[in-house]
């Protein structure tokens, strides 16, 4: 099959208001040379510590279609193909808006301080059953994340999902203005990045920003559950939004009635907005439950196929290192898995206890956590990591291991029997891991990004365990 044209010559320079040097193609974007694919348009972009413009001939020589770029590189060949722009940053994101008024695709967006990522996954599945659904990639999520993932939107697309993320007040607003939603989704305002904010009202005000873009008479679909639901729909109704709140309380528009969990699925009885709704989630968890109210709602407000989209929540997976679970075969035996190894804030956390908590182990096995620290929590991030033992009681988790300087304070406040062991690092705990593994276990791997935890991912699924038999991974 033919890729689709997504980037001609003479519309990128257009958009751009750029020069272009030679007439070329492009089937897809890029911003990495090491990734990038055969017909794609590599942008050229400038970092702090490092520069796009050193590696174009690089891209060239993989078969991009063509370089955007600000200056031509040193070296390079007069007949190289090339849009030259005054700001490749300001490129990009014009072709991200060029591409948003281009395509008539209804448009949600999603924020919040945890679940963004799999609300976002989620919803592009169940979109996807009504019509061509086009969503960012990974957590593509900020200042550069946004306008490639609309740089990279099919002309066909019937509907996109985009993901808003921020760590300061102020970064959502020219998102949300370039992604234009028809819905806008506020999973959950919980303590994530409060070293960049005063309070936990404060990253709610910082969230709101989303609705600043929504078209007019866009939806507000909003958590019901915290305690800064009022703000945020009053933010909404500010910028003329319809709000509508999910959750168990009894005042909310999309509503839970019923959830069993189970170690493999979610079984969600709700009520749409006056519609009652039997479905399954492919996954585990009362997080996925709830932000499964919300991903219906929007594909009801994006006028999307009800039915078909409860159906194919039932084919969820988890992104990879956000709750993706694994069976590792041993010669002995089997251990499962749980990869949620991307990030941590509190209420992330406290989640993944309750899926290992509910996890089915083998005859002889235990639920085990290797918990790494959550970064950017303030000056409350000693007390945040201690009160993680509450929630480690009360699933009955039988053995934390615990990595990095603010973990310690978990450890501490573990009774003896829970604690496996601490380490100053994720390569220091995890021989200790790998020593007390044994069949039948279940493993939760979970930690902020820089805390490393997909070190202990990686070793546990490599093909061979450090003195430990052959073993394979099957994802689940």
């Known amino acids: 099959m033919t890729p689709e044209v997504l980037w001609t010559a003479q519309e990128a320079r257009d958009a751009c208001d750029g020069r272009a040097l030679g007439d070329w193609i492009a089937t897809g974007v890029s911003i990495d040379s090491r990734t990038l694919e055969p017909g794609e348009l590599f ?10 413009h050193d590696h174009v001939g690089e891209a060239l020589s993989r078969g991009a279609a063509a370089a955007l770029v600000r200056h031509i590189p040193e070296g390079l060949s007069r007949a190289a193909p090339l849009l030259q722009v005054a700001d490749t940053l300001a490129a990009l994101e014009a072709l991200g808006s060029h591409a948003r008024n281009r395509v008539g695709a209804r448009i949600a967006a999603v924020t919040g301080s945890v679940g963004k990522t799999g609300t976002k996954v989620a919803l592009d599945r169940a979109l996807s059953r009504s019509g061509a659904c086009h969503a960012s990639a990974a957590s593509y999520n900020n200042l550069w994340g946004v306008p490639l993932s609309l740089a990279r939107m099919p002309r066909h697309s019937v509907y996109g999902v985009f993901e808003i993320g921020m760590n300061h007040a102020g970064e959502i607003v020219p998102l949300t203005h370039q992604v234009r939603p028809q819905v806008a989704i506020v999973t959950a305002i919980t303590a994530a990045h409060l070293e960049f904010f005063g309070s936990l009202t404060e990253i709610a005000e910082a969230k709101a920003e989303i609705f600043q873009g929504l078209e007019p008479g866009g939806g507000a679909i909003i958590n019901r559950e915290g305690e800064h639901f009022e703000l945020l729909a009053g933010r909404a109704r500010e910028h003329g939004a319809k709000v509508l709140s999910f959750g168990q309380n009894d005042d909310a528009d999309i509503r839970l009635e019923r959830l069993a969990l189970h170690p493999a699925c979610s079984c969600v009885s709700a009520d749409i907005a ?24 929007a594909v009801q407000e994006l006028g999307a196929d009800l039915g078909l989209a409860a159906l194919a929540l039932a084919e969820l997976e988890a992104p990879a290192g956000r709750g993706r679970q694994h069976r590792v075969e041993l010669d002995e035996g089997h251990f499962s898995l749980i990869d949620d190894s991307y ?7 406290e989640a993944g206890l309750e899926v290992l908590g509910g996890a089915e182990v083998g005859a002889t096995g235990r639920r085990l956590a290797v918990l790494g620290d959550m970064r950017e929590l303030g000056p409350d991030a000693i007390d945040m990591h201690a009160a993680l033992a509450a929630a480690v009681e009360k699933n009955d988790i039988d053995l934390v291991f615990t990595t990095g300087p603010m973990m310690v304070h978990l450890a501490a406040s573990l009774p003896a029997n829970r604690l496996g062991s601490h380490a100053d690092s994720a390569e220091e705990i995890l021989p200790q891991v790998l020593a007390a593994l044994r069949p039948g276990d279940v493993v939760l791997v979970k930690g902020s990004l820089a805390s490393r935890m997909g070190l202990v991912v990686e070793a546990l699924l490599a093909p061979r365990l450090q003195g430990r038999s052959r073993r394979r991974a099957v994802n689940g």
């Open 343 to 349: 990030n941590a804030n509190p209420a992330s956390v």
């Open 43 to 52: 942008v050229a972009l400038e970092g702090p510590r490092n520069d796009g």
């Open 274 to 297: 006056g519609q009652p709704i039997t479905y399954k989630v492919g996954l585990p968890g009362r997080h996925w439950a709830l932000n499964s109210l919300a991903v219906l709602a």
